[in-house]
């Protein structure tokens, strides 16, 4: 592997073509010296975002018996799979379900040289749980290679369970929590999988509903942490933002003013009075880090209200994949030096909304 710090990321779709940009854009921030992707299939459509993305300075690998396929395209690959895994220090795999620990089987088990692997919310069993902000802490040097970066929708879960239930309190303090997902139907970069009516979902298991309290329960369970969540999902035909309704009991007694105050103290929440998803994506659109939010999640404050003293109840956004890709290059520069991976990051605190 050398002294060269190279970033491979799998996958150029929802997660993956926009954290290439901004792997780009930070290089220098994470003293990284090439960054590398990986595209499986020579689409004429994706041929614009491929040149703009090796023109911008990144390295395109296909598969070698892919090659003459996209040259022909005029697009000439760096190279081959096996070339940019050998030298690679850090692995981001961006790929759709299931592939990821496909991949892990295949191609990352054998790999004692690189110094970890990423992998997204949807590959359950691939590493320990990361979000960040949330479990920084339970990471463990030279021990945790392989890190699952959970789902959007789960890293709003367990920042909402942090500031309300844990932050500065007794483990014990939440009682429960349950959660709403109202998802965007489709990303805008997706041209399939829209929907022309709301969908429910259905609550595959018995204790956790779907798997957005199922994983935070996971991510705060390397905290040492068991706590009482449950979570069901609805799909709506927009493709702006995903929605959370919460509803969270604590054993101490909190207020409305509290419960702001304590989201003004989290840097990684964003307060806003608008009620409407496309007002907040159009913030982010105008004022995000390349048109992304990088807040974990926006809550809307007029929607706040507690009851009795125990109960939280309020709506808030998810920024997609602004907060996973935030925890994404966390984790990348974690892996590539743990001791200073916090100083590195000071680059994104602008981009880090109090308001919205």
Not at 122 to 137: L, Q, T, V, W
Not at 288 to 309: A, C, E, H, K
Not at 335 to 350: G, M
Request: charged share 25%; with cysteine.
């Amino acid at each position: 592997m050398g002294t060269k710090r190279a970033i491979h990321v799998v996958g150029t779709g929802t997660i993956g073509e926009p954290l290439i940009g901004l792997l780009l854009h930070i290089r220098q921030d994470l003293d990284i010296d090439e960054i590398t992707f990986h595209k499986n299939r020579p689409l004429m459509h994706d041929r614009a975002k491929i040149r703009s993305l090796i023109r911008r300075g990144a390295k395109l690998v296909v598969a070698q018996d892919k090659m003459a396929e996209f040259e022909k395209l005029g697009i000439q690959p760096a190279y081959d799979i096996r070339e940019a895994l050998e030298q690679a220090t850090v692995v981001i795999d961006c790929t759709p379900k299931g592939l990821g620990n496909k991949h892990k089987q295949e191609w990352y088990a054998d790999m004692p040289q690189t110094l970890g692997f990423i992998a997204q919310g949807s590959e359950f069993g691939f590493g320990k749980m990361y979000a960040r902000g949330i479990n920084d802490g339970a990471l463990l040097p030279g021990e945790d290679r392989f890190l699952q970066v959970v789902s959007c929708n789960t890293h709003n879960l367990a920042v909402l369970i942090d500031t309300l239930g844990l932050h500065d309190k007794e483990p014990g303090n939440l009682v429960e929590g349950r959660f709403v997902c109202l998802r965007r139907a489709s990303d805008i970069s997706q041209e399939d999988e829209f929907i022309a009516a709301p969908q429910v979902g259905t609550h595959k298991d018995d204790r956790f509903g779907t798997h957005h309290a199922k994983d935070a329960w996971h991510l705060f369970n390397t905290r040492g942490l068991d706590l009482n969540l449950f979570s069901s999902e609805i799909k709506l035909n927009t493709q702006y933002m995903h929605c959370i309704w919460f509803n969270m009991r604590v054993k101490r007694a909190t207020t409305l003013d509290e419960v702001i105050d304590n989201f003004e103290a989290n840097p990684y929440v964003a307060l806003t009075e608008k009620t409407m998803a496309s007002t907040i994506f159009s913030f982010g659109r105008d004022h995000g880090y390349f048109g992304r939010l990088l807040n974990q999640t926006v809550v809307s404050t007029p929607t706040l209200v507690v009851r009795d003293g125990h109960e939280i109840t309020g709506y808030c956004f998810t920024p997609q994949d602004g907060n996973s890709l935030l925890s994404s290059i966390a984790a990348t520069s974690w892996l590539l030096d743990h001791r200073r991976y916090e100083e590195r990051l000071q680059f994104i605190t602008p981009y880090l909304f109090d308001e919205v």
